[in-house]
């Protein structure tokens, strides 16, 4: 084993860990956004509870993506340097953005609505919570961005082995790009939307356990109010369920023009093939449907593996330019099925509750066994997208084998990879902990309003009598 097979174990660990984070933190700050703009709305107390308590969600998730997404920096300069030194002039300015301008927004308004309840007016108070959202998507954009131009390569050129930016207007408006934030963003409230679907989902069933006749939830409301946020869960995860599909369905059409390999990896096909038929499962064939997906024409020829690699082998030199089929042919097949069946819960659900009924017992049950599918489809389209442009770091430009640190050893990088996997292993169980007790705990009784002021007492007088309600 070399040194670059455990750099890119490393990487690779890491990575999936920090994006377990990013797309909860994406969608759920959304909902949460939404919850408190039905508050300011509406003044209705369940609105306010279901803020705060989803908001703390919120919080726990954002920063353990914070804590997780700092180690990946150093890595491009420990582990893959002569990567960094590459495409550095390129990732310049969008991680510039992203840094200077998205997580600064995101991290300030955060801050500013964190501590300005009660201290700021409702109105900018709901203003700060929405610019910090907006903040984290133009995060994730500027960052996509940059992972596109690996994947297509545009506005640039090679000077003296390096890339050179010359358009960043091409870098940003890559058509990859243009394809991929959607489906990624879509894709990350797929996943808050199953995890709020299942919280819900426990909280309805906690409630008839306590009461199995349901007269005191009835009485009190409370079933009602989970439902709330259940039945938005739904529509919000339906909604991005379509956008994923139609942004998927794009993105296949640009892997067939700028990464054959890909899409050949995907699916399995070693031939170049007329009318290529898709597997939704192995053994079993849809005639002419790969091409169809890929190109609109069911007869049109989509390339193979082996052909390709004849071909990139004349073009780039003796290599294997193949990825690991198998891995990439899986983690469609996962992707695909976990995603829609996410969704295809998320419209039932819909069905169910139409016309205010109530949450079934065993739908609320199915919401909780499947919290883990989004999050599972979100890492296998990872992996997919990753692993199917191996053995290219920047396609066509940079292979990983020529990425690597070349001073670093086998040995600095399996101590590393041990530490990092021992650390992310704790602050996987204290993160498990704080949400698991959070959403035991259920929302806080809201504070009574302090009392009017007596006659001839100033408001001054009146809030130095009070101080609990201040802090």
């Known amino acids: 084993m070399e040194a670059l097979d455990l750099a890119r174990w490393q990487f690779g660990v890491t990575t999936v860990y920090h994006f377990l984070f990013v797309p909860l933190t994406i969608g759920l700050g959304v909902f949460v956004a939404g919850l408190q703009t039905a508050w300011h709305r509406t003044g209705k107390e ?50 510039a953005l992203e840094a200077l301008l998205a997580f600064f927004l995101e991290s300030t308004f955060l801050g500013l609505w964190i501590f300005g309840w009660d201290r700021l007016p409702k109105r900018v108070h709901l203003a700060t919570i929405w610019a910090a959202v907006i903040g984290s998507n133009l995060s994730a954009y500027f960052i996509l961005a940059a992972n596109a131009w690996m994947k297509h390569p545009v506005g640039y050129e090679v000077v003296d082995g390096k890339a050179r930016m010359t358009d960043l207007w091409a870098v940003l408006t890559n058509s990859t790009a243009l394809a991929q934030v959607p489906h990624v963003v879509a894709g990350a409230f797929i996943v808050a939307g199953g995890f709020v679907l299942a919280v819900c989902g426990y909280n309805i069933l906690k409630e008839r356990r306590s009461d199995p ?4 939830p009835l009485r009190r409301g409370a079933v009602s109010m989970w439902r709330t946020p259940m039945r938005a869960a739904l529509v919000m995860t339906a909604i991005a369920g379509a956008v994923s599909a139609g942004t998927g369905d794009l993105s296949g059409k640009l892997l067939y023009e700028q990464q054959p390999m890909k899409l050949a990896a995907a699916e ?36 193979g593996t082996e052909d390709l690699q004849a071909e990139f082998a004349a073009k780039f030199g003796p290599g294997d330019y193949r990825p690991n089929v198998p891995v990439v042919y899986a983690s469609f097949r996962v992707m695909i099925t976990f995603g829609l069946s996410t969704v295809a819960l998320s419209v039932l659900g819909l069905w169910l509750t139409r016309r205010r009924r109530p949450v079934p017992g065993w739908f609320a049950r199915a919401c909780l066994l499947a919290l883990p599918l989004p999050a599972a489809a979100m890492i296998a389209g990872w992996l997919l997208s990753e692993i199917g442009r191996q053995p290219w770091t920047v396609q066509g430009e940079l292979l990983t084998a020529a990425s690597v640190s070349p001073g670093v050893s086998l040995t600095e990088v399996a101590v590393s990879l041990a530490v990092f996997t021992l650390l992310y292993g704790l602050l996987a169980v204290a993160e498990a902990v704080l949400l698991v007790r959070h959403v035991k705990a259920g929302p806080e009784p809201v504070p009574p309003a302090p009392p009017a002021s007596p006659p001839g007492q100033d408001e001054t007088t009146a809030v130095m009598l009070q101080p609990t309600l201040m802090y």
């Open 268 to 303: 399995g096909l070693e031939r170049d093939t007329a009318g290529a038929a898709f597997s939704p499962v192995p053994g079993i064939e849809v005639p002419m449907l790969l091409s169809f997906l890929a190109t609109n024409d069911p007869d049109a020829v989509v390339r």
């Open 213 to 216: 006749d349901r007269t005191v």
């Open 46 to 95: 369940q609105y306010l509870r279901l803020t705060k308590f989803f908001g703390k969600l919120f919080l726990i998730n954002f920063a353990m993506g914070v804590v997780t997404g700092i180690v990946q920096e150093f890595q491009f300069g420990m582990n893959w340097s002569e990567y960094s030194v590459f495409v550095g002039d390129v990732f310049g300015a969008p991680l």
